[in-house]
């Protein structure tokens, strides 16, 4: 029998298409074995997706309505919010293309790739996997009530409708669909126990996988359009149980379930099929009154930089009756407020909370904390020359293989397709520090960051899920560390990352006191704040500068001389005028008066929070002249990051990564917004978070 050697199909994909939700979605055929491909592929890079099963036959309708593709063959589509994608060799493309290296089931070796491609082709191909879709609907369809159970299972109301009082007629269109013939079912048979025959001889020598040691695409293919034939009850789609089928079917399935190869897709479930993210967790579409509030954000956000200037120019210190809250707007008021860190601190904002999240860090206690200047002269250390230069190197490359990717598509989600992945992989790379999956990783980000800095009613439930995310990622942290204890101890070399380098240092005499619990705790603190503030920031630059038209020119030339100095000044403007967060808050426990460089003095009454607006600060003209201005050759002290003693430790890493990101974006051909909500700042957002940012190129 001979076995094709061609590659995967070229990507199916349509450019002509809208897209606005936070979440992909997968139209795809309930009972269909390549959809279980392309979904075993997604869930193992942990893609959250709305699973949207049809029933057999009625799949058809849908996969057109997003496709324009008539007929069989064209399922399943992944639909996100800058890129369609249809046909399983497709979104295995796809999603190789953008995995990490563990999560890749094509080898790179030519003669591997080729072994594993072989197989693919064999069981994807007319001789096993179209015998497979015959054999089940010749089993299932004589029997009317087997089959509707089946086919109705997860798909929508109206599809359970029609095979519950039209039967007859999906049986006929089954049929013709598949020119089935259901005399035809030990036939079918006889075919399909040689494809098992062949994998019995491949595992005969006792290798794990169909090629060797590792999983491959070979492997998912086989055990996923092998599944209806031994029902594994793992499978991701729509499969029946073994006693929920006729006799006939039943004695088949045992019979091949005893094979060599029925044992192997059965473990393969077991073992390897990775657990879909539920249903339960994909986030739900905004309403039509969050929606309205969104635009009314997007619009009002336009003009912010005018209340900025009022603010610092009517109300130097404005103080809110009857609430211990003061706002501190001229810059050289805030100047003075947020140096005298002794007497306006942080410490009762964010100490309690970043204790309660496992992660007790530096930057949450105050100078009088003899701990404060230990550890983070400790963290100062780890720091090494040329690092900004990696950072730059490695954002640089990682973003231009993204767009690489998309360019073929005419759209880039600069938030989830770019911001998120280069962030993510940063942490990883320099940092260190991973999660079970990215997908957790950026949960356990957002609700730790959320609740250390955004929850400001103490919400219980952003409360108990940055509790869970601490304890999950302590957890996680600390086997790390310990895991790369062992490898030093066995002799391998650990790579050098900032995680690395503590546990290094750690090792040296007198640096006992920086124990494990410490090492999670800094890394944990210094990590917080890089995914939702450095993504946000860049979609807050960009929006500003596709706000600008004639500044957005200049900003796109920059982009492509490759002058980043010059790109950062860029960013600072937008984010002054944009800000990804409008100040910090101090606390001050005794009675204090602020002076400046005026003749007045202000009072902050004894046990006030104080609100150091530093947007505001930026638009004093006598520390930003002509503030009105968008001037990206500005030579200012800029406060996008804070000020002074807690000022963002990861100011200079955001000189580098927010110019390299804002500039990948400018240098695409002909680059703009996409029309609707997701072309906005805030159009598709999760709470201040913005969760997609679209533009189209040429």
């Known amino acids: 029998m001979p076995i094709p050697t061609n590659e995967l199909n070229p990507i199916n994909f349509k450019k002509d298409f809208r897209y606005a939700k936070t979440t992909p979605t997968f139209v795809n055929n309930n009972i269909g074995v390549s959809d279980e491909i392309a979904r075993w592929v997604l869930d193992k890079n942990a893609i959250a997706y709305i699973d949207e099963q049809h029933a057999p036959h009625l799949y058809k309708k849908a996969v057109k309505k997003w496709t324009g593709k008539k007929g069989i063959g064209y399922n399943p589509v992944l639909i996100m919010t800058d890129a369609l994608i249809y046909t399983t060799d497709s979104i295995i493309q796809f999603a190789e293309q953008r995995s990490l290296p563990e999560n890749k089931f094509i080898p790179e070796d030519p003669d591997k790739r080729k072994e594993v491609l072989d197989l693919y082709h064999l069981f994807t191909g007319e001789f096993f996997e179209e015998k497979v879709t015959r054999y089940v609907y010749t089993r299932l369809i004589p029997d009317k009530k087997y089959a509707r159970a089946l086919f109705k299972q997860n798909v929508p109301l109206k599809e359970k409708l029609i095979y519950k009082v039209g039967y007859s007629f999906m049986k006929s269109a089954l049929n013709k669909d598949f020119n089935l013939n259901v005399n035809m079912s030990n036939e079918h048979l006889t075919e399909l126990r040689k494809v098992f025959a062949q994998v019995d001889v491949l595992l005969n020598d006792g290798r794990k996988y169909l090629t060797g040691a590792t999983l491959t695409l070979a492997d998912i293919a086989f055990a996923a359009i092998g599944a209806p034939l031994v029902l594994p009850e793992e499978y991701g789609g729509a499969v029946s149980k073994i006693s929920e089928i006729s006799d006939e079917y039943r004695k088949d399935v045992n019979e091949l379930r005893a094979t060599n190869a029925g044992q192997f897709i059965l473990r393969l479930y077991q073992d390897d099929r990775p657990m879909m993210i539920p249903q339960s967790e994909i986030p739900k579409a905004p309403g039509l009154v969050k929606r309205s509030i969104q635009r009314m954000v997007i619009s009002s956000k336009k003009k912010q930089y005018k209340l900025f200037y ?6 130097p210190v404005l103080k809110l009756p009857f609430i211990k ?33 496992k992660g007790a860090f530096f930057l949450g206690w105050d100078k009088m904390n003899p701990q404060f200047d230990r550890e983070r002269n400790f963290v100062r250390k780890a720091v090494k020359e040329g690092d900004l230069k990696l950072i730059q190197t490695f954002v640089r490359t990682t973003a231009e293989k993204i767009i690489k990717n998309a360019a073929g598509y005419g759209k880039l989600d600069v938030v989830e397709s770019l911001n998120k992945v280069v962030f993510v992989r940063l942490i990883r790379y320099y940092f260190g520090a991973s999660a079970p999956t990215e997908r957790i990783m950026k949960l356990w980000l957002r609700a730790l960051f ?6 400001f009613t103490n919400n219980k439930v952003k409360f108990n899920l940055a509790l869970k995310a601490g304890i999950e990622r302590r957890d996680y942290l600390l086997q790390l560390i310990k895991d790369r204890k062992q490898d030093l101890k066995n002799g391998k070399p650990l790579a050098d990352n900032m995680l690395n380098r503590f546990i290094l240092m750690q090792q040296e005499p007198g640096n006992e006191w920086f124990d494990d619990e410490k090492i999670q705790r800094n890394i944990g603190g210094i990590i917080t704040g890089i995914l939702e503030t450095s993504s946000k920031a860049v979609v807050l630059v960009l929006d500003e500068l596709f706000n600008r038209p004639e500044i ?20 600072c403007e937008g984010l002054r005028f944009n800000p990804a967060q409008p100040g910090v808050i101090r606390f001050n426990e005794t009675q204090q008066i602020l002076t400046g460089k005026g003749q007045k003095n202000y ?25 009105k201005v968008f001037n990206p050759e500005r030579d200012a002290v800029y406060m996008n990051y804070g000020y002074a003693l807690h000022e963002c430790y990861g100011k200079y890493i955001n000189t580098v990564t927010l110019s390299e990101l804002v500039a990948a974006v400018l240098r695409l051909k002909n680059v703009r917004r996409e029309e609707g909500s997701t072309g906005r700042g805030t159009g598709l957002a999760e709470g201040p978070f913005p969760h997609n940012f679209v533009v189209r190129f040429d």
């Open 450 to 455: 959320y609740d250390l800095f955004l929850n």
């Open 325 to 357: 809250l003061a706002f501190v707007n001229r810059n050289d008021l805030l100047v003075e407020l947020l140096e005298r860190d002794k007497d306006f601190t942080v410490e009762e904002i964010n100490s309690k909370k970043m204790a309660d999240q």
């Open 552 to 571: 957005l020119k200049g900003a796109i030339e920059t982009a492509k001389s490759g002058d980043m100095k010059k790109m950062y000044g860029y960013v």
């Open 603 to 627: 009072t902050i009454k004894a046990k006030t929070k104080t609100f150091a607006l530093t947007s505001a600060a930026m638009f004093d003209p006598a520390a930003f002249p002509d503030p």
């Open 310 to 315: 009022f603010l610092q120019r009517r109300y």
